[in-house]
């Protein structure tokens, strides 16, 4: 992959709260990585964007893509409720190739059209359409995992699978996900209350023995926590029924949500290397909480957000990145007064270098991180005062105002999709 540089206002951060900016600035790119930030024209061909803001990608660290068919919708119930009159009966048709091909190719190219360029995603629990879904994330330039998801109990019949059926399904889709170069396996066991310990136990197994990663839900709601205590009587938490079955600390993992900690969960995700998928439009619309994010910030636990669609009603990471500042302030003024208000750029940091450490070095324009770049085209966020903005006031205005709109080039890993 030739050299090549992006010419444009430049908005970035290497750590929370501090942006990095440089207008009129050069980011060169070789082999895929950022080789520089520069003031100065470099001598490789050169992608004009002058006048425009040039921000690394973004990751999702939570999406349920066959939920995006209904995003939008079915807001009026809690989570358990939600899940068993709306959500799992969607699922169950994505055994129908031809629905599961339908839908995926509309997620993806809505994907590829938005700032997002890594991506954490559950399937369901047909191996083949999870198979079909990779690969349609991949032929649209995107990077990151999905995961076949496993349910054995307190499912319905519908999206209900034998313990053994399950077990060998993954690995079917383990062998077949390996032929796939930029959307990798990860395990994904819905959540505990949907497995069997027999379950959780061979899933355990078959981590270690691959060193793969893990994603599930951990504490998203109050009736899920006391649920989980009730079938996990062996456990001290949630968090804890997880690491007895290998799945916290072992390998690197994302646990979705997090509303609900106790001290001694923050401390085994802590020591444990946890990134914790904080989504705060979806806790918002299924009223399962606020996630003390500031806490686990300042206790040095990896925070990245998520969309967690279909929970959440958009794939606009610019939007979680809005919603979770709001979520943290109402936290501030209503549940401790101790825990700060995130800043915008903090939030930024989380969507950005974050969560997309997950991934690798993805998330900043620092020499070495891979280029995942994206171009907006804020000139069209019509205001009298915009030639008077900054760029970092010029980011904060399009994501409160214009969030996904005018996105108009991106590249994934220094591959320009658009």
Known sequence: MAAYSVHGDLIW???????????????????????????????????????????????????????????????????????????????????????????????????????????????????DSVLLLMKKLEEAGLSGYAGKVNMDRNSPDILREETEESIRE??????????????????????????????????????????????????????????????????????DAYKHFHMLGETPAIMAHCVWPVESEMEMMREGGVF???????????????????????????????????????LSMFQMIHDAVSVSKLRWRLVDSSEKPLLFSEAFYLASKGGGAFFGRTGSFEPGYDADIVVIDDSRCRTVLHDQLSPAERLEFYTYRHPDEFVTAKFVKGRRLF
């Open 170 to 239: 993954t690995e079917r889709f383990l062998r077949a996900a390996a032929s796939f170069r930029e959307i990798r396996p990860i395990i994904t066991p819905r959540f505990i209350p949907s497995c069997s310990d027999e379950l959780m136990e061979a899933l355990g197994r078959i981590v270690l023995r691959d060193s793969l990663p893990v994603q599930t839900h951990l504490d998203e709601n109050l009736s899920e926590v006391e649920w989980v205590r009730e079938l996990c009587p062996f456990s001290s938490s949630y968090a």
């Open 13 to 127: 951060t290497e750590s929370a709260g501090e942006f990095r900016t440089m207008e009129g600035g050069y980011l060169t790119v070789d082999g895929g990585k950022i080789i520089s930030v520069s003031q100065d024209r470099p001598s490789c061909p050169v992608i004009d964007m002058a006048g425009k803001l040039v921000i690394p990608g973004l990751s999702d660290l939570h999406l349920h893509a066959p939920q995006y068919a209904f995003a939008g919708l079915y807001m009026d119930e809690e989570l358990l409720e939600w899940l068993e009159k709306h959500t799992f009966p969607e699922e169950a048709k994505y055994g129908d190739m031809e629905y599961a091909d339908k839908a995926y190719s509309i997620l993806a190219d809505d994907l590829r059209r938005g700032a997002t360029t890594r991506v954490s995603v559950f399937g369901t629990i047909h191996t």
């Open 276 to 314: 914790v998928a904080h989504a705060p439009s979806s806790n918002t619309n299924l009223a399962s909480g606020i996630a003390p994010v500031r806490k686990f910030m300042e206790k040095g636990i990896h925070v990245g957000l998520a969309t967690d669609v279909a929970g959440g009603s958009s």
